[in-house]
């Protein structure tokens, strides 16, 4: 909780001012498919920091959205990082995270990292408040 959720609320405390006093800017929390739109046995703290990340971001935004600060989280599937590797360490592990994707297969860090500069951009001036799947369609796929 102290890492996914009271670190981002803190930052974005300490960020919002700043933000203000420069006319604007977008907020992206790193949030996840998991404690929003599926649960898995023995993820409680971590479920529940992404889930208040969704929370944070639509709060952020409807607070500070007449002032130009747009905010909104970011919700991953399982991609092909260090840490995906940790939780998936065997290949049957890692076809599992794959088969709860659509796309049966897990996000390179780059397409991750394509949808943070999007919603960073221009191109997303009226996207705020928003819980933002980049998850490969996990959210919506029962295996």
């Known amino acids: 909780l102290d890492v996914n959720l ?4 803190l930052a974005a ?4 001012p700043a933000m203000l006093e420069s006319g604007g800017g977008s907020l992206i929390f790193t949030s996840s498919f998991v ?3 599926s649960a898995f046995p023995g993820l ?6 992404k889930a208040g990340l969704v929370g944070l971001a639509r709060v952020i935004a409807a607070e500070f959205g007449p002032q130009g600060v747009r905010a909104n989280a970011l919700l991953s599937g399982g991609a092909d990082t260090a840490m995906g590797r940790s939780v ?3 290949p049957e592990a890692v076809a599992l995270v794959e088969s709860l994707h659509a796309l049966k297969r897990m996000a390179r860090p780059e397409e ?12 997303a001036s009226f996207i705020t ?3 933002f799947f980049v ?8 295996v």
Do not use: V
């Open 6 to 9: 009271t670190s981002a609320f």
């Open 13 to 16: 405390r300490r960020q919002i």
């Open 35 to 37: 404690g929003h739109a």
């Open 44 to 49: 409680g703290a971590y479920a529940a920091a």
């Open 88 to 90: 998936a360490p065997t």
């Open 112 to 123: 991750i990292a394509e949808a943070a500069l999007f919603l960073a951009s221009d191109a």
């Open 129 to 131: 408040g928003s819980a």
């Open 135 to 142: 998850d490969g369609g996990a959210a919506m796929t029962k």
